[in-house]
């Protein structure tokens, strides 16, 4: 976001007063009686202090997100490109596409993915996929944004874990992990061009798993990534998000950014789901799941 106009600065000089005391000689056998003393000006109470402006936090991050198209390479990702510099510390505001929780409080369902819920799933799911409609629920939970302010997001998991993942949000929710963004993934998310800019956490979408054949753990919705630019998957030279390379760096300790050890990885583990930033063979730091791959 562009700042807004500086303030002017105005000088202005002070007056100064000076009072002058005449005295009066005697000079004969009368005197003129002597001048009253001057009343004393009333003194104006000492303003009171100026409390210091609150603390707005780091400047929200100026890139414009899903508009800077990258070429397309053989393997259907976007070009691998460098980091633009107002994402190297992300921070963006969360909109709210759902109803944020009006106390601020942690709050959390689980239902069925009623037909409305599967229109707008689109193409992520269909009856090819490994898991029916009817094993799979619509859950949601509120999370805490960059912003600092609570939220409401949404994930389609395999119904078998959905608590478990609530008592993982909760336990974050709880400790002020930020997430940007958790939203379902739609048609128009698989039909966008790529622009390596993308920080949605998200469960289910029926795909392969990279690079392989065979269904990736986020088909059975047993699988969430999260905060994935600031957790990047990277293998050889594929980094995904593809401007997320300077979160190659795990040393950086920016709000987000998940560390082995840190609570969400103890969180995730607690409930039997693995880390995909502790395999050996590449690193998928935003990606935990309950089946280990």
């Not at 193409?123 to 490994?130: D, I, V």
Request: hydrophobic content about 40%; glycine content about 10%.
């Amino acid at each position: 976001m562009g700042l807004g106009p500086a303030a002017a600065v105005i000088r202005g000089a002070g007056l100064l007063l000076v009072a002058a005391l005449l005295a009066g000689c005697s000079g004969g056998t009368t005197s003129e009686p002597p001048a009253a003393s001057p009343t004393p000006s009333p003194i104006s109470p000492a303003p009171s202090p100026t409390a210091p402006p609150s603390d707005p936090g780091p400047a929200y991050s100026d890139w414009e997100l899903g508009v800077h198209v990258l070429p397309r390479t053989p393997d259907g990702y976007g070009e691998i490109r460098p980091t633009p510099k107002p994402l190297r510390v992300r921070r963006f505001p969360t909109k709210d596409l759902l109803p944020p929780p009006a106390d601020g409080e942690f709050h959390a369902s689980v239902g069925p993915v009623t037909d409305a819920i599967r229109q707008r799933m689109g193409e992520t799911w269909s009856p090819a996929c490994p898991v029916a409609l009817a094993d799979l629920a619509y859950v949601n939970v509120s999370f805490r944004g960059f912003d600092g302010k609570a939220h409401t997001g949404e994930l389609v998991l395999a119904a078998k874990v959905a608590d478990d993942v609530v008592s993982v949000f909760r336990a974050l929710f709880a400790a002020g992990y930020p997430i940007e963004e958790m939203r379902l993934p739609t048609t128009a998310d698989l039909d966008a061009p790529p622009t390596g800019d993308g920080n949605d956490t998200a469960a289910l979408v029926c795909r392969a798993a990279r690079g392989q054949t065979s269904w990736s753990a986020h088909a059975y919705g047993l699988a969430i990534d999260v905060n994935p630019f600031l957790n990047p998957y990277h293998k050889g030279d594929v980094v995904l998000p593809e401007r997320a390379s300077a979160y190659l760096d795990r040393s950086r300790t920016q709000p987000g950014i998940i560390h082995a050890g840190d609570l969400v990885v103890r969180e995730f583990a607690r409930i039997g789901w693995t880390w995909g930033g502790s395999w050996s063979s590449l690193k998928d730091y935003q990606h935990f799941s309950a089946t280990g791959r």
